[in-house]
């Protein structure tokens, strides 16, 4: 029988994916999955401020943001966001049942938790689905596991990356959820990676400190930040590689794998953006420095008035101008270059003569490109957005707490 | 015969306006405002570092943001922005060409455009426009003025506030126009506010700067910055009272009453925000500052989720407190007390009890006042914003360049 495969694809992970009876519609809404042994793992978490009780346990845990873990368990359809004392009794309690059931300590447990905000998880449900998912893992339960930690997503998000390591070969996969209260300063709304790479903690921290930052950290979909996102990655060693350490060759190779993947599914995340019909990558080159590129990429990714130009098929370079123009980054408007898929239409100051017809062709693509050069500097960023359309109002206006 | 009257309500005024033809809509799209004498004026112009060659050709006669001046000729239609060389030269033949006709110097005139950004004007059409408007400058021509600054504007927008200085009445008027690129770091799309106040240049240039701060400055439709902004104040002085100088208690009477005119226009500007169907009022305190308490308070004036869940009535804390802790102001969640239209709905980290019928009818009002108590000190902002309603998209999408 065939089997979609993602989580379980490197060697040493099950999973599961349950349904608990939180989610109204009934789908699956607890996931866990699980190495076989400790793995060495890595975790990144949102920076906003207001923070759900699963994050303040997996920083607890994780308090390097590396060290060692057995399983992951996350529910759908609440997110124990403002809950207060109790949310982090019941956050941890889901990490000691999840531990009891697999015979590893607590500590050894990540939590997240997705959904609405300022509601205490039903622990009953959660009790039954805990025991139920850590009684069906296997590697055979990909799908369910992933469909259990979604929310307002209307796609499976994975994505998978090979590469060979001292002689053998490695896989990554990762599954993500994410659609809506997307923002840079995050590490999206919830991702899970696995490897069969044998890599040390520390270096695994590392790299996916620095893969978050130009992947999950370069998308937006609306500017809002979430409150519990959470990225972790285990990497259980069942490859059979010589352990990877900092600053070897090896490691440049697992973390350019890493940064792969990680950018697949953060991509994947701003395709399924609510409301979302294109994908737009924007890139900022000839910046003064490559935190100024990043300032520029995301004030145009943040213009509503851009986002919804290409939602129009409108090559609207006025507002690409005065989205670079507002935002804090260097910016010499005699000096800026501006292209749409190839073709440059804003330079020296003025709009340039262009195909019209070319550029409004590319804008009826899925993908649209945005090139900005402001040649004042070598600092470099590419960020990713999508359009904004009435499906979003429709989405975030009729949704009640 | 009944006249509609603003900024010729302060004595010492003429206003006019004409219908020159760059409007496809045959509206007014041509005015000038003039003082019957130089008047001391200021101007404050967008911090958007692209910038149209009218705010050019203020920040060239008005370098210190004060001065004195005759009159402010204002076209809309074509915002005369990203046309390099002769688009300056266009906008110093509009003052020029307006000096001429009132007799006074090119420098002793403002120049304001604003509509669609990347063309040049039809400078024909604008000479005709001058001659025209300056022909016809009068007391009973403020409505014409008015429309002939708006562009994608649904309302007139203008405010009067009197008060007494020095034991005479005195008069501030303004009109504004500005409804879409609306976001803080600007002095709204255009303004002009006249007064028969007899002000030194320095003493109004603070006052205007100051006024600016809170109000124009304190206002988002959708966090985009325009190419444009412009808002001056002319004090013509007819009012005979004795010449304010600053720090005097005259003085502080006056920049109050500026205060309150600027703050009347600048919400004028978010009730006819693109798509608005309700005003926001975010007010912040608590904060550890005041530069906290702005970037708190824009934060969720900026929030496209937040902006969403007041369009569809619902009292969602969880964006608000998310929206506040994404921002780089200090937020304690386990501190923060936030209210709907006086009813607390969020206090020490957890959703309140509260009376929900009382909060969905005060949002289902025209006006929505939002109260965030940080807790962490004493900085205070109060942001204005409206909601984001699928009407947004359909004015930015199927608007084309």
Redesign the interface.
Known sequence: MAVVRHVTLPAGFVASGVKCGIKQSGREDLAVIACEKDAAAAAVTT?????GAPVTWCRKILPKGFGRIRAFVINSGCSN????KAGLRDAEEMAKRTAQRLGTKPRSVLVASTG???HLLPMDKIRKGIDAATASLGRDNDTAALHAIMTTDTRDKYAVVQTRLGGKKVTLSGIVKGS??I?P?MATMIGVITTDAAIAPTALGKALREAVATTFNAITV??????SDTVAVLAGGAAGNAVIGLNSAEYKKFAAALRELCGALARAVVIDGEGATKLIEISVRGAKNVRDAEIAAKSVA?????K??V??G??????I??????SSA????EK?VIGIGGVTI?R????AKFNLKKVEEHLKGREIRVECDLHVGKGEFTAWTCD???E??????????
């Open positions: 920076r906003n401020q207001v923070i966001v403002c809950t207060g609405i905000i300022g809506g209260m923002a300063s609306d500017s809002d930040t979430s409150t943040n213009s509503p008035l851009f919804c130009a939602h129009g409108d090559p609207n370079w006025g507002r101008a005065a989205a670079l123009g507002k260097v910016v010499v408007p800026l804003f020296g100051g003025l709009g904004l359309s009435r979003y109002i429709t989405i975030n206006a009729d949704y009640h707490t």
